[in-house]
T-cell receptor, first 115, second 107 residues
Framework: DGGITQSPKYLFRKEGQNVTLSCEQN?????MYWYRQDPGQGLRLIYY???????QKGDIAEGYSVSREKKESFPLTVTSAQKNPTAFYLC??????????????FGEGSWLTVV | AQRVTQPEKLLSVFKGAPVELKCNYS??????LFWYVQYSRQRLQLLLR??SRESIKGFTADLNKGETSFHLKKPFAQEEDSAMYYC?????????FGTGTRLQVFP
């Protein structure tokens, strides 16, 4: 299966602390994405990156930050400014952007619980 | 605004019964639609896309521009079809997902 690896799978943090979720892919994909999945709300796009050193805000970027220093890595930081951080986070990647007909592949996800 | 609506949170059928998972969309341009599936303990994966006009695992989906729908259908459900299904719409460089429908197929 491999391809996209997210870590950790489960993470608990105290309120007010920043936390970084890791996403690594060995598929040589240019584009990477972070989605948040909440019950009854489907998947919502947080950030995406078309290429190294470039990224764009998605629909719910407030309280999150990302970096794309390497092609294979796209870590997501959930900051203390995020009001409802407890959620399931999905990382994804594709060869190119969906506008070129490319399929998006997903990681297994990370559960973040903030107490 | 671009939107994907899946009106059913849960759909329960018996094995062998026909299945239709509903998906409606709103999009100002020419839509490109997908169905993604998440089986228990597996990652979310692409099931099919409308431009391919393919049948995957017995599922088909036809784009109906007049009704702005992209319903997923299968004539005879199997227990292994039990999963979470998401309809998605491509909006330029992003995918917009619906809220998902959980399909339960009982023996």
């Amino acid at each position: 299966d491999g391809g996209i690896t997210q870590s950790p799978k489960y993470l608990f943090r105290k309120e007010g602390q920043n936390v970084t979720l890791s996403c690594e892919q060995n598929l040589n994909h240019d584009a990477m994405y972070w989605y948040r999945q909440d019950p009854g709300q489907g998947l919502r796009l947080i950030y995406y990156s078309q290429i190294v050193n470039d990224f764009q805000k998605g629909d719910i970027a407030e309280g999150y930050s990302v970096s794309r220093e390497k092609k294979e890595s796209f870590p997501l930081t959930v900051t203390s400014a995020q009001k409802n951080p407890t959620a399931f986070y999905l990382c994804a990647s594709s060869i190119g952007l969906p506008s070129s007909g490319n399929t998006i592949y997903f990681g297994e996800g990370s559960w973040l619980t903030v107490v | 605004a671009q939107r994907v609506t899946q009106p059913e949170k849960l759909l329960s059928v018996f094995k062998g019964a026909p299945v239709e998972l509903k998906c409606n969309y709103s999009y100002s341009g020419s839509p490109e639609l997908f169905w993604y599936v998440q089986y228990s303990r597996q990652r979310l994966q692409l099931l099919l896309r409308h431009i391919s006009r393919e049948s995957i695992k017995g599922f088909t989906a036809d784009l109906n521009k007049g009704e702005t729908s992209f319903h997923l259908k299968k004539p005879f459900a199997q227990e292994e079809d039990s999963a979470m299904y998401y309809c998605a719409l491509r909006n330029t460089d992003k995918l917009i997902f619906g809220t998902g429908t959980r399909l339960q197929v009982f023996p």
